[in-house]
């Protein structure tokens, strides 16, 4: 099966799509030729799409169904690092949330940039449940609070263990300290066996909090939900992931309740040169 054609009209030979393709399944052309793949190298082709859009001449298209993500217009931006910089920085976790819902059209705009988030051979694993429903966060978090319970009550050890009385009594007086009372929940699940699935997760949902930002949306990491959810069988049941698949990690998110005026101090960057 080809993945790629290349127009002979078009091409130059500059062979780019050669030297960038990260797989080496475009070979250089022979005389008077265009570059090209064997059919039998479309098994090991990562569908990145790098020889598309690295094309000079725009001679090449790819043969995979790809879903692409609809720009405004031709031109691609470009922005300072002073202003990349500090978007970036003035990130914040999230802990405090307006009531008001996070409309699905808006947050599938999110996802539809979180999902270019690079992975591993570009494989794509990561899933992704959203827990729109208000009472139903405030459900998960309660499991999650039923889940520190039983860890307290048994003999095993536990990382949190010493945290989880604190935070079980405050859940009882009415604070959430897992959910953070956020409206919304994104949860990254991918197929356990996959080797960087969580790995990958962890990159996507990092995508998914910056570009959060962009849309007013505040996110903060549910690390505690995200430690339940791995053992404990009633928030795993609620989620109702597909089979096979597992919470790598998960997000709150909604409307931030106060809005960021500065950026924080932090530690110089720790770096060793060789």
């Known amino acids: 099966m080809t993945v790629i054609t290349i127009d002979p009209e078009l091409c130059t030979n500059c062979?780019?799509?050669?030297?960038?393709?990260?797989?080496?399944?475009?070979?250089?052309?022979?005389?008077?030729?265009?570059?090209?793949?064997?059919e039998d190298a479309a098994t090991?082709?990562?569908?990145?799409?790098?020889?598309?859009?690295?094309?000079?001449e725009g001679a090449i298209s790819t043969l995979f169904d790809a879903t692409y993500y609809q720009?405004?217009?031709?031109?691609?931006?470009?922005?300072?690092?002073?202003?990349?910089?500090?978007?970036?920085?003035m990130r914040r976790s999230i802990r405090s949330y307006k009531e008001d819902s996070v409309d699905k059209g808006t947050i599938e705009s999110i996802l539809d940039i979180a999902r270019y988030a690079p992975s591993g051979m570009n494989k794509q694993p990561v899933n992704w449940t959203i827990v729109h429903d208000t009472e139903e966060v405030k459900k998960i978090a309660g499991l999650s609070i039923d889940w520190m319970r039983e860890v307290v009550a048994s003999e095993d050890d536990h990382p949190l263990k010493p945290l989880m009385p604190g935070l079980i009594s405050a859940y009882e007086m009415g604070i959430d300290p897992i959910c953070r009372a956020a409206p919304h929940l994104v949860i990254a699940h991918a197929p356990a066996e996959y080797p960087t699935g969580y790995t990958d997760s962890i990159i996507a949902l990092s995508w998914f909090e910056l570009a959060a930002q962009a849309f007013e949306v505040g996110t903060c990491w549910a690390g505690f939900l995200a430690i339940a959810a791995a053992s404990y069988k009633p928030i795993q049941d609620e989620l109702e992931l597909p089979q096979g698949h597992v919470v790598q990690y998960s997000m709150m998110f909604g409307y931030p309740e106060h809005k960021v005026r500065g950026i924080p101090g932090r530690d110089p960057a720790r770096v060793t040169w060789k």
Request: with cysteine; charged share 20%.
């Open 15 to 38: 062979e780019i799509c050669v030297e960038i393709c990260p797989m080496s399944i475009i070979l250089p052309s022979s005389e008077g030729e265009t570059p090209y793949s064997p």
């Open 44 to 56: 090991y082709c990562a569908k990145c799409g790098h020889c598309e859009v690295f094309c000079p």
């Open 71 to 89: 720009l405004q217009d031709d031109t691609f931006p470009s922005i300072p690092a002073s202003e990349i910089g500090k978007y970036m920085v």
